[in-house]
């Protein structure tokens, strides 16, 4: 028969089997935890403070403690104890806004990519500027703003993006908007004011962007993507008025647009007088050697250059950027104050302070050593631990690819993670059509999204997915 005993500090009661004592040891806080009466983010005591209350052997409850964290139930910090890990369930709905599965009853983790830590938000230094900005402003600041955004921040900006990215701007030909997709609706509606009908986009790219293309009334093809970027010797075939291109670091297969193919596509945008539409989403972040300058920089007048603050910063924000050539001006104008709407001033002005200090500059640096680090630590576990495996994609931004052998099934491997309490999706999923170019199947796994604690639980059950699914494909095969 059971006894009840009172976890010291949290009042709570586990009924333990004398006779099979970390067996139920282990039932029971399991259960405890499915069930709600622990809570994701409680703190559990020390294996011999509860050892010393259960009347049991300190290593029994090490070792029930360690199967927890292997299982995803549980989460040991290093130097801070061990906690019951956060489920996707914990706190609401997904990030999608979409209720999670009944099956999903573990650790809710993150991998998806280009998602970057919101954990290590600089929210002192963010706090000290945003009252910087507000007592400074003269009263004149909170009335209604200029369509294109603070002043103050497209100065800031465009010295910024001169001086990281090589962006040949001035404050006239930038405009602030609500995040990269504002940016990317205003010059997509822009180019359909202006008589476009058709837009190019990489084949593997953001459903999301394609969708914004598509409200604007254009009609989306797809290019082919390669080792060296987009494969744009075709543009003259598809009869396309633009094209979408990610050229430092594309998305999501992680290469960069060769210098010869960034030529092509110039001469190609000259000859036809189309429009080179730049996602600049993490151009900031690479870490092999001195990161690779913006496209815009070769034609201003051919290339509208978008930014965000979300990959540095955080998504929450919620400020993004574009710089218009001189031609597009007048229409993007237009476009913007039936778009855009009020100016979000005081979140600017805000920005803009963090910039000034120098806020900004820090905290990438700071997130550049971390990310870094992550991708390191994800190439040394995959070829440590995934035989037939590699990573791809270059040293750069907040993911990688990790392919696999060619009868591996990305969805089940996606459907394996899920299962074991952590998100990241198969590169088919980011494919427009039909594949153009044969690849390897892969995984992409964002390393940004986690926060430093939680990171290696996270990779653990990646790797444990896709071992999962060799095992399988192995044993398959096997006579």
Not at 272 to 297: H, K, M, N, P, S
Not at 342 to 352: G, H, P, R, V
Not at 369 to 381: D, F, L, P, Q, T
Request: glycine share 10%; with cysteine; net charge neutral.
């Amino acid at each position: 028969m059971g006894e009840s005993w009172a976890i010291r500090g949290l009042d709570l009661h586990l009924d333990l089997d004398r006779r099979r004592k970390a067996a139920s040891l282990e039932e029971t806080l399991r259960a405890a935890v499915r069930d709600g009466r622990l809570d994701g983010g409680t703190r559990l005591p020390a294996s011999r403070t509860l050892a010393a209350d259960l009347g049991i052997a300190r290593n029994v409850v090490a070792e029930v403690y360690g199967r927890l964290v292997a299982e995803g139930w549980l989460e040991a910090r290093v130097g801070a104890g061990t906690w019951v890990a956060e489920r996707f369930g914990d706190r609401g709905a997904t990030a999608a806004g979409a209720e999670p599965s009944p099956a999903v009853r573990q650790l809710g983790l993150d991998l998806r990519g280009g998602i970057p830590d919101s954990s290590s938000f600089p929210r002192r230094e963010w706090a000290t500027a945003a009252r910087r900005a507000t007592l400074d402003l003269p009263a004149s600041a909170f009335g209604y703003g200029p369509p294109r955004g603070s002043p103050a921040l497209r100065d800031t900006l465009a010295e910024y993006l001169a001086r990281t990215r090589g962006v040949a701007a001035e404050r006239g030909r930038i405009a602030v908007t609500r995040g990269f997709g504002a940016a990317l609706a205003v010059v997509a509606r822009t180019l359909v004011a202006e008589g476009a009908r058709r837009i190019a986009v990489e084949q593997y790219g953001h459903e999301a962007h394609r969708g914004i293309l598509r409200a604007a009334g254009l009609e989306v093809v797809a290019v082919p993507v390669d080792a060296d970027g987009a494969v744009v010797d075709g543009l003259d075939g598809l009869a396309v008025d633009a094209v979408l291109l990610t050229p430092a670091h594309q998305f999501p297969t992680g290469v960069a647009l060769s210098a010869s193919r960034r030529l092509d596509v110039v001469a190609w945008a000259e000859r036809t007088g189309a429009l080179v539409i730049e996602d600049d989403y993490d151009g900031e972040f690479r870490y092999d050697r001195r990161a690779i300058g913006a496209l815009q920089a070769l034609a201003p007048e051919l290339v509208a250059y978008l930014g965000t603050a979300s990959k540095s910063l955080a998504p929450a924000v919620g400020l993004g950027w574009a710089v218009v050539p001189g031609r597009l001006a007048g229409a993007f104008d237009e476009q913007l104050v039936a778009a855009n709407g009020i100016a979000d001033l005081l979140n600017q002005s805000t920005l803009d302070a963090f910039m000034q200090a120098h806020e900004y500059d820090r905290t990438v640096r700071r997130r550049r050593a971390e990310y870094r680090s992550r991708r390191e630590v994800v190439e040394v576990r995959v070829a440590a631990e995934l035989r037939g495996c590699r990573v791809s994609g270059m040293r750069a931004g907040l993911h990688c690819l990790i392919e696999l052998p060619t009868d591996v099934d990305e969805r089940r491997v996606a459907a394996a993670a899920l299962r074991l309490g952590v998100r990241f999706d198969g590169l088919g999923s980011f494919r427009l059509g039909a594949p153009s170019v044969l690849r390897a199947p892969a995984m992409v796994v964002g390393y940004g999204a986690p926060a430093p604690h939680r990171f290696e639980a996270a990779l653990d059950r990646a790797i444990a997915a896709i071992r999962a699914e060799l095992e399988m494909s192995t044993a398959v095969d096997r006579p």
